[in-house]
């Protein structure tokens, strides 16, 4: 069983930076996947990236690649999401997960692959 919790969201004008952090409880978190979804008003949640319980692999959404950076820190239990050059379409409620279903990294692009989520932390990015 492991806890996230997400903090770092907040308001930010178009091409600013925010860095989201998720921190998990959990003596093995470091054996999970991690991932970042977020949801916007009226949308289903929608996969932002992911990462490897190394952290050695990264995956991107067309939409962020080359904006957001996923990484994690296994001794502190927290992964995190450096986003830049944000974009009013970048608002959202941003969510962490996990997963320990043992499925392999290539995998694990949908919300149902994933079995523990974080509350959520509101991003909005003013135009």
């Known amino acids: 069983q492991v806890q996230l919790v997400e903090s770092g969201g907040g308001l930010v004008q178009a091409g600013g930076s925010l860095r989201l952090s998720c921190a998990a409880s959990?003596?093995?978190?470091?054996?999970?996947?991690a991932a970042w979804f977020r949801q916007a008003p009226g949308r289903e949640r929608e996969f932002v990236a992911r990462?490897?319980?190394?952290?050695?692999?990264?995956t991107y959404a067309d939409s962020v690649k080359g904006r957001f950076t996923i990484s994690r820190d296994n001794a502190k239990n927290t992964v995190y999401l450096q986003m830049n050059s944000l974009k009013p379409e970048d608002t959202a409620v941003y969510y962490c997960?996990?997963?320990?279903?043992?499925?392999?990294?290539?995998?694990?692009?949908?919300?149902?692959?994933?079995?523990?989520w974080g509350q959520g932390t509101q991003v909005t990015v003013s135009s």
């Open positions: 959990g003596r093995t978190f470091s054996t999970y996947h």
């Open positions: 990462i490897s319980t190394g952290g050695v692999r990264t």
């Open positions: 997960a996990a997963t320990d279903r043992g499925l392999s990294y290539y995998t694990i692009a949908t919300t149902s692959d994933y079995n523990y």
